[in-house]
């Protein structure tokens, strides 16, 4: 399969939607990605624009972050919805009353279901505290320790609908040390996740990129969407 955002109209080209840099947030806690993106976007290291902050919890830490910033936030609380798929439903729909061309999750701790994935094909990004493939899941971080791997990271992917599966946009490699405990490794990954979920942003939202087969593959000729 070949799909990607060169010379496609719309999201079903696999990719952002013409020059609208407009970013829709997901959250669900203390938000220290979605503070790497403001801080980015704020010192002219990435182009864009946070359109709004969607938590589906309400406490979340986050939440205030983006207040602080003036930027639109709303809380969609998945324990008030029947299903998935309804919830799905009501999240893609604040999603596109905000026209955002990209949805970036940044530790939104819920699944997104085949009709949710598949609506917004090529256009939601996932930041994941390991060298994926391996550690997929919870606590990459921990994973990684206790298998005593020497070099674990952190990977910014297109969402897929399988779990920490989808094209691998940007990885960045942390050495993981002899006298490191879970909470030192993950401190060092999380600044690393810091780094690289911006500009993985900025990447997707350049366009001219394609994805063949899983490859995130940039510049080139496209073959277009399809494939
Ligand atoms: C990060 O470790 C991220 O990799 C994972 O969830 C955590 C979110 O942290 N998906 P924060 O809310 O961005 O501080």
């Known amino acids: 399969m070949t799909w990607s955002n060169a010379g496609g109209p719309g999201p079903r080209a696999g990719g952002v ?11 669900s806690g203390r938000g220290s990605n979605l503070q790497a993106i403001i ?58 009353r905000h026209d955002v061309a990209l949805v970036c999750l940044a530790g939104f701790m819920r699944l997104l279901g085949p009709a949710f994935v598949s609506a917004f094909r090529g256009r939601i990004l996932n930041v994941h505290p390991s ?17 005593g791997v020497k070099v674990a990271g952190a990977t910014v992917h297109i969402v897929t609908a399988e779990l920490d599966a989808g094209p691998i946009v940007r990885q960045a490699a942390v050495p993981v040390h002899d006298d490191d405990t879970p909470e030192t490794l993950s401190a060092r990954i999380l600044a ?13 939202l350049d366009g001219g990129w394609r994805v063949e087969g899983r490859r995130f593959v940039r510049g080139g000729s496209s073959g277009g969407p399809g494939g």
């Open 17 to 27: 939607r013409g020059a609208s840099r407009r970013l829709g947030v997901l959250i």
């Open 39 to 96: 801080d980015a976007i704020a010192a002219g290291r990435l182009a864009a624009e946070i359109a709004v902050v969607i938590s589906n919890r309400p406490g979340a830490p986050g939440l205030e972050r983006a207040r602080r910033e003036g930027i639109e936030t709303a809380v969609l609380d998945h324990t008030a919805y029947g299903s998935r798929e309804a919830y799905d439903r009501e999240l893609a729909a604040a999603l596109r």
């Open 131 to 147: 060298l994926l493939p391996a550690f997929p899941g919870l606590h990459g971080q921990d994973q990684a320790w206790r298998h």
């Open 192 to 204: 690393e996740e810091h780094r690289i979920y911006p500009e993985a942003i900025g990447v997707v």
